[in-house]
């Protein structure tokens, strides 16, 4: 049985899935709080053949977790995590996760997001100030304080282990487990004033992209000659037949 052009296949599948998350990654490397996708490849070992043939699964993307560089901009509006918990918000259909703490305040004092989604404490109810109480600090622990009185406080959630990620809005992320409020601020703080950039090394993906790329042309050119020398060896037993 022919082997080389099904493996020579498989890899070029799964490295067109890498290639696209990377491409992803790149477009957003200025993204606040954007969770880069990684792949996680398998082995499939196929027995069919008289000698056992590895395949490359698809692949099965996931959002890495790792912290981005915290950036400091001065306004009292931006919040970003010291730690893996996350901020959340109020979407459609549930709580949306995230890193970005960028905030605006409406006229009625709601705080939310730059998307107008409404940031929630660590029960999920809405955060609200007084507009007109003068400028907010946030302390380490997410309370919110106006002229020295706590008038909320922040919700910090951390994912637990194992829940599956998907994507919501940009830098939003959704989990199949609920996450579980922060209580004791040791590994996990909020910082004023600053924004969490995207944890994208841009370098890093820029290499891992050419690299890609390269293996992708060769495994093309593996289909292409196992391809002539089909075509030669069909010409060359139908002459002789």
């Known amino acids: 049985m022919e082997t080389s052009l099904p493996v020579a296949l498989s890899g070029q599948i799964a490295m067109e899935k890498r290639l696209e998350t990377l491409a992803h990654n790149l477009a957003n490397v200025r993204t606040v709080g954007f969770r880069a996708e990684e792949v996680r490849f398998e082995e499939l070992l196929s027995r069919t053949a008289p000698d056992p043939v590895a395949f490359v699964t698809e692949g099965e993307t996931y959002l890495s977790n790792k912290s981005g560089a915290l950036t400091q901009t001065g306004n009292p509006l931006d919040l970003a995590v010291r730690g893996e918990a996350f901020f959340a918000y109020q979407g459609q259909n549930g709580l949306i996760y995230t890193r970005d703490g960028r905030m605006e305040v409406t006229p009625e004092g709601t705080l939310q997001t730059l998307t107008g989604r409404p940031l929630v404490d660590s029960g999920g109810a809405p955060l609200q100030i007084d507009p007109a109480g003068g400028p907010i600090v946030v302390s380490a622990g997410g309370m919110i304080h106006q002229n020295g ?7 910090l959630f951390r994912i637990p282990q194992g829940a599956n990620l998907s994507r919501a809005d940009t830098s939003g992320v959704r989990s199949d487990r609920p996450g579980v409020p922060v209580v004791e601020f040791t590994s996990d703080s909020v910082v004023q ?49």
């Open 149 to 155: 009185q706590q008038v909320g406080a922040i919700g």
């Open 193 to 241: 004033g600053y924004v969490e950039e995207a944890n994208v090394n841009p370098i890093m993906e820029m290499t891992r992209l050419i690299t890609l790329q390269r293996a992708f042309e060769s495994a093309a050119k593996v289909v292409d000659t196992n391809d002539q020398s089909l075509s030669e060896a069909i010409r060359t037993l139908g002459a002789s037949s």
